[in-house]
């Protein structure tokens, strides 16, 4: 065995003349261990935050959105859906007319943005999943049904165990204004009640999505459309099939995909995740100082063992080896702890579910383990005690010298 580890290892686990180094000792282990336990749990919770807030954006977005550089809509026959469906990665698409409107059940009326998408739609999304009442069935029989967000269902009072009446869509005519009677100025078409979706706030309390033709018609277009909205296939880099298509459409057309079109989302669950791991960071830094406290005082005490030791023909760098080793030792036992009890608590809470999550929209708070963090963890925690394991040691060098 390696001389200077099995010195320190014995330092590490014998009793000291002075209880408070032993003390000292422990409490070393234990906040290096508390602290990598923090960020195990901590960095594994936003994880699984991110993955509900991303999957909670594929049930209803798109994974890339095809809009006109210019003006709010455009004719979807000057798309040439021929090269459009060869376009690697491409899956499925559908086309989109979206408009905000006034809508009315019975004596209610709310604002709501009606989201008309063809039946591509609903395979390409998982709103069958977020529905909470009916279905996500389109068109029965030749009638067109509408699909709402909870939020616009609880403001007007819609619920489908009530068998509902139906919905009164409101619409601005284009360019056609009468100061003496308003209800010429807009359209207004019926739609029967089909299902509410539950997913979160900013999507509940907007939309409504109804069958293309049927916003078409109350819209007054033809073949006018707001957007195209495509699924890639899995594996397939977004990026490079959003810089495909646009290649493919020219300089009209602006392609966008999900993470872009959700940016602000997307960079504000990372920056708090990153700005929570720095802090975290700077507590195990400052825990970490116990290491340093417990090798000075190790060192202090160790003096006649560090003479014995020289008067046998161990060298400076030896002596040296085995009060850094002790330190890395310190670390390591904290860290490896550490980590062990976070991966095990998060595991508990990923398949067994420990800790609900009262009024959300999943029954347990969301965890996910990254490997790769898992080594980013270590790494940090092994880099802070070789730092504090290495600044002792120079001063025990520079004493020996002096």
Same mark, same amino acid.
């Given at each position: ?7 320190? #290892? ?18 070393? =282990? ?31 977005? %798109? ?5 006109? #550089? ?32 006034? =809508? ?57 165990? #009530? ?119 700077? !507590? ?48 390591? %036992? ?35 383990? #990254? ?11 092994? !880099? ?14 520079? =004493?020996?010298?002096?």
């Amino acid at each position: 065995m390696n001389f200077p580890f099995y010195i320190a #290892k014995r330092y590490l686990i014998s009793k000291k003349s002075q209880n408070a180094i032993n003390i000292i000792s422990w409490v070393s =282990v234990i906040s290096v261990g508390i602290g990598t336990f923090a960020l195990v749990v901590v960095l594994s919770a936003f994880n699984g935050l991110e993955s509900l807030v991303e999957s909670l954006f594929e049930s209803f977005d %798109s994974d890339i959105r095809i809009e006109a #550089k210019e003006g709010k809509v455009f004719d979807s026959k000057t798309i040439d859906y021929e090269k459009l469906t060869k376009v690697e990665g491409l899956e499925n698409y559908s086309l989109v007319l979206e408009e905000v409107c006034g =809508v009315r059940y019975q004596k209610q009326q709310t604002v709501a943005t009606i989201k008309g998408v063809e039946p591509a739609f609903m395979e390409m999304s998982q709103l069958d999943s977020m529905m909470i009442e009916g279905n996500t069935e389109l068109v029965r029989n030749g009638i067109p049904f509408a699909i709402s967000g909870y939020g616009i269902a609880s403001s007007l009072g819609l619920y489908m165990s #009530k068998a509902p009446d139906n919905l009164t869509i409101y619409a601005p005519k284009r360019g056609r204004v009468s100061t003496i009677n308003p209800m010429q100025s807009v359209y207004q078409k019926l739609i029967a009640a089909g299902g509410t979706f539950y997913i979160s706030p900013e999507y509940d309390n907007k939309y409504i999505v109804v069958p293309l033709s049927f916003a078409q018609d109350l819209l007054d277009y033809k073949s006018e459309v707001t957007s195209i909205e495509v699924k890639a296939e899995a594996g397939y880099d977004l990026e490079k099939v959003g810089a495909e298509i646009e290649t493919l459409l020219g300089n009209g057309f602006e392609v966008t995909n999900r993470y872009q079109f959700n940016e602000i989302i997307y960079k504000t669950n990372k920056t708090e995740k990153w700005i929570t791991f720095l802090i975290l960071v700077f !507590i195990l830094i400052i825990a970490a100082f116990n290491i340093l406290s417990s090798l000075s005082m190790l060192i202090i005490e160790k003096k006649k063992d560090i003479f014995t030791l020289k008067s046998l023909g161990a060298k400076n760098s030896t002596i040296r080896q085995i009060f850094f080793i002790e330190g890395l030792l310190i670390n390591l %036992s904290g860290a490896i702890a550490g980590l062990s009890l976070g991966v095990i608590l998060v595991l508990l809470q990923e398949h067994i579910g420990l800790i609900r999550l009262e009024g959300g929209i999943v029954e347990y708070y969301p965890v996910e383990l #990254k490997v790769t963090e898992l080594f980013y963890i270590l790494l940090t925690v092994l !880099i802070i005690g070789f730092l504090t394991a290495w600044y002792p040691v120079r001063s025990l060098t520079r =004493v020996e010298k002096g």
